[in-house]
């Protein structure tokens, strides 16, 4: 026989969910500014992740587009932007090839990066690589033509929530844009 059909519900003040809002808003507005200081030292990956996470932390509110900075910019819609603008400046370049890796250059704004963490094809499989100080290496398949290397950065940054279960939560909801 199957089991009984039940449904559970649970009741949450408004208030209980109005603090978690606030809060969430509070952490991403902490997370912008933290994310243009670890800009302005050339890190990038740290400085993309925080505009992410602000991102999502302010696509999790209820009114998503009522979030806004001091100068009054919408940052639901403004986030996704400087993001574009970071990645805009990245350049990277061919540095040198031997048997086991590429060796690639990158620069923000002209100037080497200190860090920066990164997806690759080695010509079988996704990696990861990351950038320090200009130098990102890609170790490929000897087989790979090295014609083109697809490089996509990570900036949702899965791997260092460092159990952040709130934030985990949230960016397995809101889609990656």
């Known amino acids: 026989s199957a089991p009984p059909k039940c449904v559970m519900r649970a009741w949450v003040e408004r208030s209980v969910v109005d603090t978690m809002y606030s809060r969430r808003i509070d952490r991403a507005k902490g997370l912008i500014v933290s994310a243009k200081e670890l800009l302005s030292e050339q890190k990038l990956d740290m400085a993309i992740r925080s ?12 009114n998503p587009g009522s979030v806004k900075d001091e100068s009054g910019r919408i940052l639901v819609d403004y986030l996704p932007l400087v993001i574009e603008d970071i990645m805009s400046d990245i350049e990277v370049s061919y540095a040198r090839r031997d048997d086991v890796g590429v060796d690639m250059y990158f620069t923000y704004k002209g100037k080497p990066i200190k860090s920066l963490n990164f997806f690759y094809n080695d010509g079988r499989d996704k990696c990861d690589s990351s950038v320090k100080d200009g130098y990102g290496n890609l170790r490929i398949l000897p087989t790979h033509s090295g014609d083109y290397y697809h490089l996509e950065i990570d900036y949702e940054a899965r791997n260092v929530l460092n159990n952040d279960k709130d934030l985990e939560q949230i960016l397995k909801i809101v889609p990656k844009r």
């Open 51 to 62: 505009y992410y996470w602000a991102y999502a932390l302010i696509r999790s509110v209820k």
